[in-house]
């Protein structure tokens, strides 16, 4: 069994995953990774994925091993397939950040172990997973959920279907020209109430939780001076924090740019829950490991 989106998670598992995680979190024992390699493929930067990935491995008893491209044999041509034939012989887990969904599913589809995805240009479930963990323990999942900026990436894909096959409403604010991703929204629908709007002042009405992104995800620099244009009225500041419920959370995957997408006011203020939603990516990504171990 694979973990590569929260599209192909059934609710049934996401709900077994926030049970592991918040029973780990809160101390009680859910086994172990003793004697367990887990290989970390990266093509793109990370702070949280990897080290809460190396820190849960090793807390866990196991060991993570860090791996990047350019220090591989694939920036010198060896294909994802054969990397992945090999890492399987050597380690008992393997979690990827891979620009193209494509190569992900290449690695997966070589595999003969667990993969992990750790962020493509489609899905980034593991946050998802983190995210309703946090909605979870706020007592919100039956709330609210105001994505607002770029819905079409790869946290918003994510997090609407994880959202929505929880039994959250969600309702999606993004400029005009730049909509949720058709199939993703389609999918979404099938499981609960969605909505797309793109005044940010009438989607955050009411909302339990409000969720920004960055304007211009990885692998998309060279948009960057028409989304910053175009984004400029989504930013999430205290006066639309305002016209949601007061006692909203508001969350951001990270990393932030303070100013841009989300104010430092908002970002460092009473609702906002950044900080427990990036320590909940160690909960979930343990229960995760020790859920994909035992499936195999
Ligand atoms: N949220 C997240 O995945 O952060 P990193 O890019 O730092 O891993
Ligand atoms: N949407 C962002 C998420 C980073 C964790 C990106 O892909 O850059």
Known sequence: MHFLSIRETSKKDLETLLDIATQIKFGRSWGDMKGKTLIMLFEKPSTRTRV?????????????????????????????????????????????????????????????????NGLTDVEHPCQALADVLTIKERNKLGGKLAFIGDCANNVANSLMLAAAKLGMEVTLICPPGYPPQKEFLEEAKKSGKVEVVTDPEKGV?????????????????????????????????????????????????????????????????????????????????KALLLYLMKQR
């Open 205 to 285: 009405k009411g909302a339990d939780v409000i969720y920004t992104d960055v304007w211009v995800s990885m692998g998309m620099e060279e948009e960057k001076a028409e989304r910053m244009k175009a984004f400029v009225k989504y930013q999430v500041n205290q006066d639309l924090v305002k016209l949601a419920k007061k006692d909203c959370i508001v969350m951001h995957c990270l990393p932030a740019h303070r100013g841009q997408e989300i104010t430092s006011e908002v970002l460092d203020g009473k609702n906002s829950a950044v900080w427990d939603q990036a320590e909940n990516r160690l909960h979930a990504q």
């Open 52 to 116: 809460s990935f190396e820190v849960a491995m090793t807390q866990l008893g196991g060991h993570a091993i860090y791996m990047d491209f350019t220090g591989s044999q694939i920036s010198r041509g060896e294909t994802m397939a054969d990397t992945a034939r090999v890492f399987s012989r050597y380690a008992d887990i393997i979690m990827a950040r891979l620009y193209k969904h494509g190569e992900m599913l290449e690695l997966s589809e070589n595999s003969t172990v667990p993969v992990i």
